[in-house]
């Protein structure tokens, strides 16, 4: 059974940092691709970063470019997203989420989500 389990969540102050991480279990976490979504109070869900494997390639939204980092630990079958120089606007629930890929098709999973609140 997949699971996907966010940490890391919280209330800073404007400029301050934040380290979120996502535990996952239940599938072959090397072949996935990680990625990191947020949705804020009456907005749709965006995609923030995404980090693939084996190359580890990373894209970010434009908006979090320069000041979000993500990462995978393909040992200890984790994701981080750390984020620096926070914002208002990046107040929202972040979610981890997982693309498995099958044979000829493949399936995204979600964690329950973690929220971050940005604000002095």
């Known amino acids: 059974q997949v699971q996907l389990v966010e940490s890391g969540g919280g209330l800073v102050q404007p400029g301050g940092s934040l380290r979120l991480s996502c535990a996952a279990s239940?599938?072959?976490?090397?072949?996935?691709?990680m990625s990191w979504y947020r949705q804020a109070p009456g907005k749709e869900r965006e995609a923030v970063a995404k980090?693939?494997?084996?190359?580890?390639?990373?894209n970010y939204a434009d908006s979090v470019k320069g000041r979000f980092t993500i990462s995978r630990d393909n040992a200890k079958n984790t994701v981080s997203l750390q984020m620096n120089s926070l914002e208002p606007g990046d107040t929202a629930v972040y979610y981890c989420?997982?693309?498995?890929?099958?044979?000829?098709?493949?399936?995204?999973?979600w964690g329950q989500g973690t929220q971050v609140t940005v604000s002095s």
């Open positions: 239940g599938f072959a976490f090397r072949g996935a691709a």
């Open positions: 989420s997982a693309r498995i890929y099958y044979s000829v098709n493949y399936a995204d999973y």
């Open positions: 980090i693939t494997n084996p190359d580890g390639n990373t």
